[in-house]
């Protein structure tokens, strides 16, 4: 196992780490709503000694504050996890399967938050560094931006954060193998909803209507010539429309249709322009047919720019733990989307990919589940992290 021979106190602690991780799979919870999970958070943070522990920034986030052994540095390295589930079904048999019916922890979150509190464990009891971490728990990372709320609420200065960390779990890369890039490494996420009105009537006279299916139909079609002729083929722009709901009996042409749909780009251009032919595109295709669109854009979780500087610190890190061999410096963007995005806006930082193996199922699958093995190599990347960035002088 990458790394694991390196921190045996992290190796003793994995089984008692991997219980917690399993609680937590056992008991998942949705966005904000993680109020058990965050009360078990903060319970353990106290027992371990952690020096200030502050609940409900963001709602539901918990902040965890361990002083070095020195402080003279003045610096605070903020490490995150997120601690939320997914409205799925969970298909795994497990004996610690979710017990909540249609939640699951599909992502990986529990495993994540698992990972952060044995590293807080370990620090708490060391404190071989110079300065503070600040643990930051967040809520609602999936679709309810926990992190803008946690940072709406005064988490970077309340604390004095000055740079911060974030990891997450990756299927189908090997078992502890590390994924990371400078600038952008996940993608902006946004949302569509058009509504298109025609004029109804009898299915038997279409030439007496303007069919709200046909110019649905069309719309749809149009939309995919965005990225195919208005995108420069070297950017990268994903627009896939995901719901139509429109009419209700065979036999009558509906008047209204209703597309929703996602886009995901990795620059700020590219977004603009999107978001501008989208409603472009949708408003003159329903007017060529008769018809009209009403469409509505939302911006939600921004393009994830990793920063120059701490991208390559994060990767030495993660040298260290896992071997020259196991780091990708250089990984493909993915138009998946992460609201830790917010966190870099706010202040300089990088975000990881750690594998569980090739074999896992995806994320957000009914058959997903972390990889306990993993458990002792995240501890050793966070406790490593934070003794190289904020390092004892000798002497």
Not at 142 to 156: F, P, Q, T, V, W
Not at 280 to 304: D, F, I, N, Q, W
Not at 353 to 360: K, N
């Amino acid at each position: 196992m990458p790394g694991a021979g390196q921190f045996p106190a992290v190796e003793q602690l994995a089984e008692e780490i991997t219980q917690w991780r399993r609680h937590f799979h056992a008991n998942p919870e949705l966005m904000y709503e993680v109020h058990r999970t965050a009360e078990t958070v903060a319970d353990k943070l106290r027992h371990f000694g952690v020096d200030e522990v502050v609940t409900g920034i963001g709602r539901t986030g918990v902040v965890g504050i361990i002083k070095g052994r020195e402080t003279g540095s003045g610096r605070v390295v903020g490490l995150r996890a997120d601690m939320d589930a997914l409205p799925i079904e969970e298909a795994t048999g497990l004996p610690y399967a979710s017990t909540r019916k249609g939640v699951m922890h599909a992502c990986g979150h529990d495993g994540h938050t698992a990972m952060l509190l044995g590293a807080a464990k370990h620090l708490a009891g060391t404190r071989n560094f110079d300065g503070a971490v600040a643990l930051i728990f967040q809520p609602a990372a999936e679709g309810g931006a926990g992190s803008k709320a946690m940072i709406d609420d005064g988490l970077m200065d309340r604390f004095g954060i000055s740079e911060v960390y974030g990891l997450h779990n990756m299927p189908g890369e090997p078992l502890g193998h590390f994924s990371i890039r400078p600038g952008p490494m996940l993608a902006a996420s946004d949302r569509f909803t058009i509504c298109i009105t025609g004029r109804g009537g009898h299915a038997a006279y279409p030439h007496t209507t303007i069919d709200a299916t046909l110019v649905a139909a069309h719309v749809t079609v149009m939309l995919q010539s965005i990225a195919a002729r208005n995108v420069d083929p070297l950017e990268a722009a994903v627009l896939s429309v995901t719901t139509v709901h429109v009419g209700d009996a065979f036999n009558v042409i509906p008047e209204t249709a209703k597309l929703t749909g996602t886009v995901r780009t990795l620059s700020p251009t590219i977004r603009d322009l999107m978001e501008r032919r989208i409603s472009e595109t949708a408003e003159m295709t329903a007017r060529a047919l008769g018809a009209t669109a009403e469409v509505h854009y939302k911006r939600s979780y921004p393009v994830l720019i990793n920063h120059p500087e701490q991208t390559s610190f994060a990767a030495e890190v993660a040298q260290n733990v896992a071997g020259e061999a196991a780091v990708n410096r250089e990984c493909r963007p993915t138009m998946g989307a992460e609201d830790f995005a917010f966190m870099l806006q706010a202040r300089p930082g990088a975000f990881i990919f750690a594998g569980i193996g090739e074999d896992r199922p995806r994320l957000h699958h009914p058959l997903y589940d972390f990889n306990d093995e993993l458990i002792p190599i995240g501890c050793a990347y966070w406790i490593r992290l934070v003794e190289k960035a904020m390092p004892i002088k000798e002497g």
